[in-house]
């Protein structure tokens, strides 16, 4: 991360690229007993939060992952009324599920508070669903939560985390995976953001192998334009407890209640899409 002349940058040494944003002012900075937390206002992209050094999201392209996280996964499934969101600190998840009328409960199972208080602040129109009835908002460790959960409780189990260091590694490990798959009804199925596939490819293969060796048969993983991330090209990964992942209610996409910004059934069913060698490293 660097900031000079008013420019925000954060450097990927994986890929020696960086993305820089100009920003006007500094809003916040803190510490937490988890991680550093900084808040920007951006010249073009509204306000930014930046943990670690790292963005996590803008006003401006939030829509993008939100909705490619949320929708996808619900649509696919075919009466999804349990919900559970691992980190999704900001709530702009949480938001989207419960735009499904059909979710009787979301459960937010955050491990840093500071993220939602200060999302509450800075980022409110991401948070409108908090008060919903059927949100339940919890901070605690995910891993642990999962762990503890009644076996076949959930439908959905959306793993919205930081990148696989620090608090989150733990989410991407084939113990965890493992519990979750225990914690899923039939057809149950699970969705996790998996970086992007031009220079994480060793991430997402390992994800495969350890969603495969914990039970789950069918994976698939969907694509998705964000401009504030590494490559600006992210991901995100299905597993499905016990059936194949075909299909999705189309019918349901087309006379949905909601807005969306970028979500419809053409991206559902073009998303899916992996080029060449996404499929290669796979099969390998």
Not at 96 to 101: F, I, K, Y
Not at 199 to 214: E, F, N, P, T, V
Not at 255 to 278: D, G, L, S, V, W
Request: glycine fraction near 6%.
């Amino acid at each position: 991360m660097a900031l000079d002349n008013n420019w925000f940058s954060e450097i990927c040494e994986e890929s020696a690229t960086a993305f820089s944003l100009q920003v006007s002012e500094k809003l916040h900075e803190e510490q937490t007993p988890y991680q550093k937390i900084e808040i920007y206002e951006t010249k073009k992209f509204g306000t930014l939060m930046v943990i670690d050094g790292f963005i996590m999201l803008s006003d401006r392209d939030n829509f993008l992952y939100h909705e490619m996280i949320a929708h996808p996964v619900i649509f696919t499934h075919a009466n999804p009324e349990q919900v559970l969101i691992i980190g999704g600190g900001d709530c702009g998840t949480l938001r989207e599920v419960l735009r499904h009328d059909g979710v009787k409960k979301a459960s937010q199972v955050e491990i840093d508070e500071r993220v939602t208080r200060l999302s509450e602040q800075y980022f409110p129109e991401l948070c409108s669903a908090n008060h919903d009835p059927r949100a339940e908002i919890v901070f605690s460790d995910g891993i642990k939560w999962v762990h503890d959960a009644e076996p076949q409780s959930l439908d959905i189990i959306i793993i919205d985390s930081t990148d696989p260091i620090g608090p989150a590694e733990g989410l991407f490990s084939a113990p965890f995976y493992k519990q979750c798959h225990r914690a899923l009804k039939p057809n149950g199925l699970l969705v996790q953001q998996s970086e992007s596939p031009l220079i994480h490819m060793r991430i997402l293969k390992d994800m495969y192998k350890a969603m495969r060796g914990s039970g789950f048969i069918d994976i698939k993983t969907l694509g998705f334009p964000q401009p504030v991330y590494p490559t600006g090209w992210w991901s995100a990964t299905i597993a499905s407890k016990d059936k194949p992942i075909a299909g999705f209610r189309e019918q349901d996409v087309l006379k949905k209640k909601f807005e969306t910004q970028y979500y419809n059934a053409q991206i559902h069913r073009a998303c899916f899409a992996m080029p060449e060698f996404f499929q290669r490293q796979i099969r390998s």
